[in-house]
């Protein structure tokens, strides 16, 4: 994750771009001709507003040039002074008496905020399969090439509340820049604090909660974000340590016997193939 703090000789850094449409504003019923009709998506304005106490902030917004006075009088009516950016040569928003830019300009900035943005961490091998997934060209992590697919061993029973879709943050004391599928390995050893954890023990009291399998391969997932904690991702991340998002968990139809190993790592050939084998009888 790219920290970009306030520099003087930066003029990006003094600057936050945000999204218009599906970020600050909801459009419930689709396009419906360019016409701005919907309510601001929860907590957007405070955010707006927040930003703008310590940055200068721009609205970016792909509508025609002939909408922006109408986003501008959006941001208007709910308390955001807006203008509309006339300047054709702006490259970077310094801020004007503490008011919102509206342009159609990606201008310099320390970061944007997009509903269809794909952070990239330099890592093109985990960038490439996420941004064809999104455009509806890409696979599932269960149809991705076995010899793709980074391996990470986690203990039970956490791996048993990820299986079940509670627990979607698995801690670590080191921070990973991969991003995209992985396979999710049972240690052999348990967890005791997983076993005393009161979150843990709800999941696994559930009917049909997943077997605490054990020295295996048990599914795969996306990893789709790594951040250090700031009291996020409570109850399941814990303070202290690295937060790693999972998504997309699919359970494997039978389990692979594998040991496990520490950081992410490689199958061999052999857990390549009943890996391929498992996926493709899924």
Not at 40 to 68: D, K, N, Q, W
Not at 158 to 166: M, S
Not at 236 to 261: N, S, Y
Request: charged share 20%; net charge positive.
């Amino acid at each position: 994750m790219t920290v970009v703090p306030l520099t003087p000789d930066s003029p990006a850094s003094h600057a936050v771009g945000v999204d218009f449409d599906l970020t600050v504003v909801a459009h419930q019923n689709g396009w419906q001709d360019g016409r701005i009709y919907g309510d601001p998506i929860p907590g957007a304005l405070e955010a707006v507003r927040r930003l703008m106490a310590c940055r200068s902030v721009f609205c970016v917004t792909a509508r025609h040039r002939r909408y922006h006075p109408a986003v501008a009088a959006w941001f208007n009516r709910h308390g955001i002074p807006a203008v509309v950016d006339q300047d054709p040569d702006r490259a970077y928003w310094l801020g004007d008496g503490g008011r919102l830019l509206v342009t159609n300009k990606k201008l310099g900035a320390a970061l944007y905020i997009d509903d269809r943005a794909l952070a990239f961490t330099g890592d093109w091998g985990a960038a490439l399969p996420e941004a064809l997934r999104r455009i509806g060209e890409g696979t599932d992590p269960a149809a991705q090439p076995a010899a793709d697919l980074p391996a990470l061993t986690i203990r039970q029973p956490w791996l048993a509340a990820i299986l079940a879709g509670d627990k979607t943050t698995e801690n670590r004391s080191w921070p990973t820049r991969h991003r995209g599928p992985v396979v999710l390995h049972a240690a052999r050893a348990i967890a005791r604090d997983g076993q005393t954890d009161p979150h843990v023990r709800a999941v696994l009291a559930r009917p049909g909660a997943p077997a605490l399998t054990t020295g295996a391969l048990v599914a795969t997932a996306r990893i789709t974000d790594c951040h250090r904690d700031t009291g996020c991702c409570r109850p399941w991340g814990l303070p202290g340590l690295w937060h790693w998002t999972l998504t997309d968990v699919q359970a494997l139809p039978d389990p692979i016997p594998a040991a496990g190993r520490l950081g992410l790592w490689r199958l061999d050939p052999g857990q390549h193939a009943l890996l391929h084998r498992s996926q493709a009888a899924a």
